[in-house]
Each structure stands twice: as C-alpha cells, then as structure tokens.
C-alpha cells in the first residue's frame, strides 16, 4: 500500500483528495499549510507527495526544496494555477517529479500518480529518512540519534527498520524478515528475528516493555508505526 501526502490549504479540495484517493487503496495523510506539510513529509516518509504550490506559511517550491535539502527521496508532484514556464522549471529544479496544472481532473491526477509510481519503484519504496518520536534513522548515512545524541544500530537493525519503513501500518510476517533482513544465513530463525526486535526496540522506543512504534502482530510478525 502506497502512502500518499497531500498538502494542500483549501479545504474542499484537500478531502476530496484524501477520499478520492483512500477510496483507490492508498494511505493518506494530509496538511493543510507550508510548515506542516514539511515536518509531515520528513517524519512520515512517505512514498508520494502531492504539493501546492501556493501554500501559507512556507510555499511549495520552499518546502521541496527544503525536503529533498533533508535527504527525502519521496516523489513530488507539484499542483499549480500558474502556467508560466519559468515556474514548472522552479519546480524541476528544487526537486519535483512532475507537475499537474490546476484546474484539474481528478482522473488527471490519479493517473500521473500511478505513472509516478509505476516509473520510479524504488524510489517510491524506500524513505531515506525515519522519524520515530525524538529518534531520527539516516538511511543513506547509515546513522541513527535520539534528541541530537548517537545511538549505535547495527546494519542488521538498520535493514530490519528500513523494510518495516517502506511497508509503515502493515504488519510484516516473520517469514518475511527472515528472509529479506536476515538473508539465508544460519541464523535466519523467527526467534532470530523476535531476539532482533527485542534489542532494536531498546535502543528506540521510550519504554521497550509497551512499545509505540514497533508494535507485535501475535502469531504473524511486526508492523511499524509512526
């Protein structure tokens, strides 16, 4: 399931975006304003974020700009009423995929969001960066802090974050976590992959005994949650 932003200040629009889009199958989350719609799109990684250019606060090419600054490789697709050139390549060059002109159609949008999808899997797939309460995961730098302060992942804990992160809400089998974070080493048991969850969820969540964002599904496997 793909995981959509929509920042966009009109109202109206902005839930008719969400529903339209829920009722398709995605995750949607949304912000209503230029500040907002940055940390949302830093902290919840998703995969795909549909951007307004004309926002309050902090306008669209702003927040691109500072989005793809904080190493975010989500797609961007920017919405826009002005026509003229040298604003669609602003757009491209802060870091937009592409660019839908308002007014719009709905089916419009949809299919440049598929297109999006389709043309760019693993950037869609993978967030470089994760936010999980005061704890920031750098994919890319192999880095990880809690309020400015280095926690030492091991690469094992890196990858089991980074698959739970590109599949956030989803509960995740054991099954797959043996086999896409623990490969076919000797080691890949599902109480390999349950001792792995135990230390990770020491090192990042407030209190490991009630976890908040590493969440067990019983008798299937783990999902992650913002």
Do not use: W
């Amino acid at each position: 399931m793909s995981h959509l932003l929509i920042v966009e200040d009109d109202e109206g629009l902005r839930e008719g975006l969400r529903r339209n889009f829920e009722y398709e199958g995605y995750r949607v989350s949304t912000s209503s304003d230029g500040p907002s719609g940055l940390d949302a799109a830093i902290s919840l990684a998703p995969h795909l974020v549909v951007l307004d250019v004309m926002l309050p606060g902090l306008n669209g090419f702003d927040v691109c700009r500072r989005l793809r600054a904080s190493g975010s490789n989500a797609l961007v697709l920017m919405l826009t009423v002005k026509k003229e050139e040298p604003d669609r390549v602003l757009g491209f060059e802060v870091g937009a995929d592409d660019y839908v002109l308002k007014p719009f159609s709905i089916q419009e949008l949809s299919g440049r969001v598929r297109a999006l999808l389709r043309r760019f899997p693993s950037k869609a797939a993978e967030a470089s960066r994760l936010r999980l309460g005061s704890v920031e995961i750098d994919f890319a730098r192999q880095k990880a802090a809690r309020r400015g302060r280095p926690l030492k992942l091991s690469f094992r804990e890196f990858e089991l974050l980074r698959y739970l992160a590109a599949r956030q809400g989803e509960v995740v089998t054991r099954e797959d976590l043996m086999k896409h974070v623990l490969g076919y080493s000797p080691e890949a048991t599902s109480r390999a992959v349950d001792n792995l969850i135990v230390h990770l969820r020491k090192k990042i969540e407030p209190d490991p005994r009630e976890p908040r964002h590493i969440l067990t599904a019983y008798g299937i496997g783990y999902k992650l949650v913002i």
